[in-house]
């Protein structure tokens, strides 16, 4: 039950700190979004630099396994496994929070440590597992790169998926 109150606490976190931003987020917006207490939350993180790492790295940890489990269904073309999977790694952050995470990894390079690298190679490895076939590395580079620019620059997540469908498209009919 903890665990389930935990993930509660760190999507809720996780909205609060894309709405607000991590600067004017505070920990009572946070409370008040997972409806806990304010001691309640500060028995779980003590202090808001150590709740954001959490949500973030729950937020990526999410992702990847949600992008490995479409990836893996074999039941669905290459396609759409592609397409799903950048839908969960990146098509879930199209919005204020893509901007927002930017400007905080790059004004905070050490509250996130390792994590804005780690999970983008993660993810990368599994993509080029996906591929397979000549060059995939250089495939998933290019397809990663394009769903970081989708990202930033489109408006809604159907947008994403449908811009991100075209750059599939494109790699399979090479």
């Given at each position: 039950?903890?665990?389930?109150?935990?993930?509660?606490?760190?999507?809720?976190?996780l909205?609060?700190?894309?709405r607000?931003?991590?600067?004017?987020?505070?920990?009572?917006?946070?409370?008040?979004?997972?409806?806990?207490?304010?001691?309640?939350?500060?028995?779980?993180?003590?202090?808001?630099?150590?709740?954001?790492?959490?949500?973030?790295?729950?937020?990526?940890?999410?992702?990847?396994?949600?992008?490995r489990?479409?990836?893996?269904?074999?039941r669905?073309?290459?396609?759409?496994?592609?397409?799903?999977?950048?839908?969960?790694?990146?098509?879930?952050?199209?919005?204020?929070?893509?901007?927002?995470?930017?400007v905080?990894?790059?004004?905070?390079?050490?509250?996130?440590?390792?994590?804005?690298?780690?999970?983008?190679?993660?993810?990368?490895?599994?993509?080029?597992?996906?591929?397979?076939?000549?060059?995939?590395a250089?495939?998933?580079?290019?397809?990663?790169s394009?769903?970081?620019?989708?990202?930033?620059?489109?408006?809604?997540?159907d947008?994403?998926?449908?811009?991100?469908?075209?750059?599939?498209?494109?790699y399979?009919?090479?």
């Open positions: 039950m903890g665990s389930d109150r935990r993930t509660q606490v760190l999507d809720s976190a909205e609060v700190f894309a607000y931003g991590y600067r004017k987020a505070s920990m009572d917006d946070v409370a008040k979004a997972a409806d806990i207490s304010r001691p309640g939350l500060y028995f779980y993180f003590s202090s808001k630099p150590e709740l954001f790492r959490a949500t973030v790295q729950h937020s990526l940890e999410s992702s990847i396994e949600e992008a489990a479409a990836l893996a269904d074999s669905q073309p290459l396609r759409e496994r592609l397409v799903e999977a950048f839908d969960h790694w990146a098509g879930r952050y199209v919005g204020p929070m893509a901007a927002e995470i930017g905080l990894i790059d004004s905070n390079p050490d509250l996130l440590g390792s994590m804005p690298a780690e999970y983008p190679k993660r993810f990368r490895e599994l993509v080029i597992e996906a591929i397979g076939g000549r060059s995939p250089d495939v998933a580079g290019t397809l990663i394009t769903a970081i620019g989708i990202k930033h620059d489109a408006e809604t997540r947008e994403f998926r449908a811009r991100m469908t075209v750059a599939v498209d494109l399979l009919n090479r």
